[in-house]
């Protein structure tokens, strides 16, 4: 009895949900059918069969618009104005002067200037020399005229610096004769003109 009573409020709530249900669906029907009319619009599906009719339809473009230019009209690629000209890299002939170069393009100018710098570094570096020569000797005669052994120990260990100075001052300022000798012998190979070399005159 019980189950039989389950079931058939089953069915009446089941029913009553389908009937509901069926009800929407119909008013929704009606709704889109008068939205249809108010239009005056009645959207047809195309199929496969359709196609013929449209294969020669026109076909309308849109071209979008570009992006505006990056570059603007009297300017370079760099963002430099026309007609601006960049500036020489040191040594390179410039094409508006007319100062001789050597095969290589390195100017009068340019090998007077490279030339005095090397000499002035290794004048500099002698000159550094003769002066630890002679904080070498002053310190090796406090040496042996200190009786003090604190007074000593420390003068001692400022001849050390002055003699590690030394080493490291010969070191340098071999490479800066060898770099001197270096850059007469290429530009004499370049063809760079002895009155360029000579440190004497001006360009």
């Known amino acids: 009895m019980k189950i039989r009573l389950a079931v058939m409020i089953a069915v009446a709530l089941f029913g009553t949900a389908v009937l509901a249900s069926a009800q929407s669906l119909g008013e929704l029907a009606k709704k889109e059918k008068e939205r249809r009319e108010k239009v005056g619009v009645d959207p047809k599906a195309i199929t496969n069969d359709d196609t013929p009719k449209y294969a020669n339809g026109a076909v309308t473009t849109v071209t979008l618009p570009g992006p505006p230019p990056s570059v603007k009209p009297g300017e370079k690629a760099t963002g430099e104005k026309a007609g601006t000209e960049t500036a020489t890299p040191p040594g390179a002939p410039n094409p508006a002067s007319n100062e001789p170069a050597d095969f290589q393009g390195r100017t009068e100018s340019f090998w007077r200037q490279t030339m005095a710098d090397a ?51 010969k070191e340098k300022l071999e490479k800066a004769r060898t770099m001197l000798r270096d850059l007469e012998a290429d530009a004499r190979k370049s063809g760079a003109l002895p009155g360029w070399l000579d440190g004497k005159g001006t360009p």
């Open 119 to 169: 000499r002035q570094k290794v004048k500099d570096l002698e000159n550094e020399a003769n002066v630890l020569i002679l904080k070498n000797n002053q310190f090796q005669n406090r040496a042996v005229n200190t009786d003090d052994g604190f007074q000593r120990l420390a003068v001692q260990a400022e001849l050390q610096k002055t003699l590690y100075e030394q080493d490291l001052n």
